[in-house]
């Protein structure tokens, strides 16, 4: 017979986790803790008392594991070994933001990674023939609440000719979604500082050309970097490196590295997990944002 009492326990505590994190975090954790972590947790601990008896003295690594395989096994949408680590990034979470400060005698106190069980749960399903599941896409798209770390630490940088390029570049990658090769060939003719538009045009549609309105922080951001220059062109390129050679992958890098400890401290991530920031995963979070937006608009027009 279940525990409707824990039951009500369980349920108050994740959403007062859900109120701890942000929307991109909420969206992304919470379902899993709610459908999947609650009923794992009346299912195997039917006799504790309450949530404190079963996270104080019973909860340990093995249900680490076991959740995340009754996650894998429970759940019809999982279909990759990806989301074995999903899971427990958010168990983790749920751990770092709630039961580390409401359970501090808790057995997982100690514990600076859930993900290190990931190749055991994977074995485990794969042995057990618990599900068939697929090897995870390499170039995930960025994560929601990833987007916005990125844009304080974009914020937080110190200016210098590169880092104020690499602030412009980025947020126009998140915005827009542009090919690398293409963006590093953006000119200073793209940009009208007046209208505050920037002018794309196409290889493939060379004749046409896109104007799009800069949100006002970028513009900014381009109106200032334009302006530290001490002397410009119209055909020069905007992004530029050090050696005025146009930027590549490997300039971002440093950025990219400061951006993921970033990332992991201010969302209490697990430091072993895999934090995908890169120029592809902005690029596909972009185009899929672009895609949401215009399926919107169709659906309320």
């Known amino acids: 017979m279940e525990n409707s009492s824990m039951r009500y326990e369980l349920e108050n505590m994740v959403v007062e986790y859900g109120m701890k994190i942000s929307k991109g975090l909420f969206d992304f954790h919470v379902y899993k803790l709610k459908d999947y972590l609650i009923p794992y947790?009346?299912?195997?601990?039917?006799?504790?008392?309450?949530?404190?008896?079963?996270?104080?003295?019973?909860?340990?690594?093995?249900?680490?594991?076991?959740?995340a395989i009754y996650y894998i096994r429970e759940n019809d949408s999982v279909y990759s070994f990806g989301a074995i680590g999903d899971f427990l990034l958010a168990l983790y979470s749920f751990y770092q933001v709630l039961i580390n400060h409401k359970f501090p005698q808790n057995k997982l106190y100690n514990e600076k990674s859930f993900s290190v069980h990931k190749d055991e749960i994977k074995t485990i399903i794969i042995n057990n023939k618990i599900k068939f599941l697929k090897e995870p896409d390499s170039n995930r798209?960025?994560?929601?609440?990833?987007?916005g770390v990125i844009i304080q630490t974009l914020d937080d940088i110190k200016d210098t000719p590169l880092s104020s390029k690499i602030r412009v570049a980025i947020k126009l990658l998140l915005i827009y979604g542009f090919k690398f090769n293409m963006l590093c060939k953006f000119k200073w003719e793209n940009f009208d500082s007046e209208k505050r538009l920037f002018k794309v045009t196409y290889q493939e549609q060379p004749y046409r050309e896109y104007k799009l309105d800069l949100p006002?922080?970028?513009?900014?951001?381009?109106?200032?970097?334009?302006?530290?220059?001490?002397?410009?062109?119209?055909?020069?390129?905007?992004?530029?490196?050090?050696?005025?050679?146009?930027?590549?992958?490997?300039?971002?890098?440093?950025f990219y590295d400061k951006a993921k400890e970033k990332t992991i401290i201010t969302l209490c991530l697990d430091k072993k997990e895999e934090v995908e920031i890169c120029t592809k995963s902005i690029i596909k979070f972009a185009v899929i944002n672009m895609i949401k937006s215009d399926m919107s608009r169709t659906h309320h027009n």
């Open 216 to 254: 006002y922080n970028l513009y900014l951001d381009l109106k200032s970097l334009q302006t530290s220059l001490k002397e410009f062109n119209k055909n020069d390129y905007i992004f530029v490196n050090s050696n005025d050679n146009l930027m590549t992958a490997s300039d971002f890098s440093p």
């Open 41 to 67: 947790v009346l299912e195997n601990f039917s006799t504790c008392r309450n949530a404190e008896e079963v996270f104080t003295e019973e909860f340990t690594k093995s249900n680490i594991i076991n959740s």
């Open 141 to 147: 798209p960025l994560r929601e609440e990833f987007a």
